[in-house]
């Protein structure tokens, strides 16, 4: 590698690093807000700010090629004040610790606004598993359940799927959970194979659950489902499944992308077509000759917008530009606090993340309250129980919004974080 070559990559590191601080400072700012709206003091605020825990692991893995591997890890728990922790784990070359503990803050927010009676967590190892085999992936797995097996388990801090990791990961996970303790421990881990005591519905629930909120922001600004153009940025498991269910729903879905760049046709894509094509990191777009990028997905004539991928893609230098009436944010953290402020200013309704994504957690609720009584429920009864939670978790949030008169981001917050500091109030802490 070049001395170059050894730059770059350094400030991409660095560069990823800055963001997610930004982000974490920019949820703490909110939390602030959102307290202070509320009626709580500064103690409070100083308890919920941070992260009551973050454990840092490395992990020895064998290679295929016999040679060893060391990688770090992370668990990060933010308040169990409510109840366990709750939150995916991601496998991702740029996991960092900032990211982790902003994102733990995240899922509490998210249980607190769905009122399941978790707090938040989250966890991370630093991997790029699109680079790894099966059997590196496998004992990667499950070398991270060993390291953090002392702060996790069914009745303490519950892990999921996040980006990167999937079904088969949550088997590997929860088999090693299992070994350790030396009793079956399905609810240790959620977003499990069905066999394993996964849950019906758990695999579409981020993408139903945005499908609700469109559904129920598409009536609040008076416009028709039925044909209105949508474009969805991300074509992972919440980006391919919503796109999915908004052709069903009869919306026409105009533009989608991955990570190299995006597909656009005004009448409409073939979506079967591409979600036949993906491959399972959401990947598609290397098929066609002609691509848009990311930057123009976001901005063109549409009435809804859903970005379903990364941090930071709506911020002050494009935010005006955007056409849609309607921004639901899929991915975590996609729109930055000034372009919130743009958006709700030129009349946008923005369904921020805390929302908009929290059918996934939702659902992993349902998967823990199932294994822990051994009774299992029907697809149909996860969707009706899911589609209660979400419109629910809508209305209380828009009425909210409405009552204190703030945007939709600051209404989230103060919804989500109210149980916490209750909770927190009647232990003591503060
Ligand atoms: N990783 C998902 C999220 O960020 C799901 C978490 C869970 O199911 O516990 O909401």
């Given amino acids: 590698m070049s001395v170059n ?20 400072y920019s949820t703490q700012t909110v939390i602030q807000k959102a307290l202070a709206k509320l009626g709580y003091q500064n103690e409070m605020f100083d308890l919920l700010k941070e992260p009551l825990r973050l454990l840092t692991v490395r992990i020895p893995v064998r290679m295929d090629d016999g040679s060893v591997k060391v990688f770090t890890g992370y668990r990060s728990q933010h ?16 996991v960092n610790e900032e ?73 590997w996970m929860m088999d090693e959970y299992s070994r350790l303790r030396e009793f079956d421990s399905p609810g240790f881990i959620t977003g499990k194979p069905i066999v394993l005591g996964g849950s019906q519905g758990r695999e579409t629930a981020t993408a139903r659950g945005v499908t609700i909120c469109i559904e129920e922001a598409v009536k609040k600004k008076g416009i028709e489902l039925q044909g209105a153009r949508v474009v969805i940025q991300g074509f992972g498991n919440a980006g391919s499944y919503l796109a999915k269910f908004m052709h069903d729903a009869g919306a026409k879905v105009i533009a989608v992308s991955d990570v190299y760049g995006g597909v656009h046709d005004p009448n409409g894509l073939d979506i079967d077509y591409l979600l036949d094509r993906r491959d399972s990191f959401g990947t598609f777009s290397q098929l066609f000759k002609e691509t848009i990028t990311n930057k123009e997905l976001l901005e063109l004539e549409c009435d809804i917008l859903v970005p379903a991928a990364i941090s930071n893609q ?9 056409k849609a009436a309607i921004v639901v944010e899929a991915a975590n953290g996609p729109t930055t ?8 200013e030129r009349g946008v309704l923005l369904v921020p993340d805390i929302l908009a994504s929290a059918g996934g957690v939702t659902v992993s609720y349902f998967e823990w309250v199932q294994n822990n009584q051994g009774y299992y429920w029907t697809e149909e009864e996860v969707a009706e129980k ?3 939670v979400m419109v629910d978790s809508f209305e209380k949030i828009y009425r909210t919004a409405q009552e204190y008169q703030v945007d939709m981001r600051l209404a989230a ?18």
């Fill in 5 to 24: 070559a050894v730059v770059n990559e350094m400030t991409k590191e660095q560069q990823k690093e800055q963001e997610s601080l930004n982000l974490f």
């Fill in 79 to 94: 308040n169990d004040a409510v109840g366990p922790t709750k939150g995916g784990v991601r496998f991702h070359p740029e």
């Fill in 99 to 171: 990211e982790v503990k902003a994102l733990s803050i995240w899922m509490s927010l998210k249980c607190g606004i769905t009122n399941l009676p978790y707090g938040g967590g989250k966890g991370g190892i630093i991997c790029d598993p699109r680079k790894m085999s099966f059997r590196e992936l496998e004992r990667l797995s499950r070398g991270y359940v060993r390291a953090i097996s002392q702060i996790v388990g069914p009745t303490k801090d519950i892990p999921a799927p996040d980006v990167y990791t999937n079904s088969q990961i949550m088997a």
């Fill in 314 to 322: 709506i911020t002050a230098e494009n935010a005006a530009n955007i």
């Fill in 337 to 344: 606090l000034e372009a919130t402020n743009i958006l709700t």
């Fill in 386 to 388: 899911l589609k209660k």
């Fill in 413 to 430: 917050y103060m919804t989500g974080i109210r149980k916490m500091a209750e909770a927190a109030q009647f232990r003591g802490w503060v």
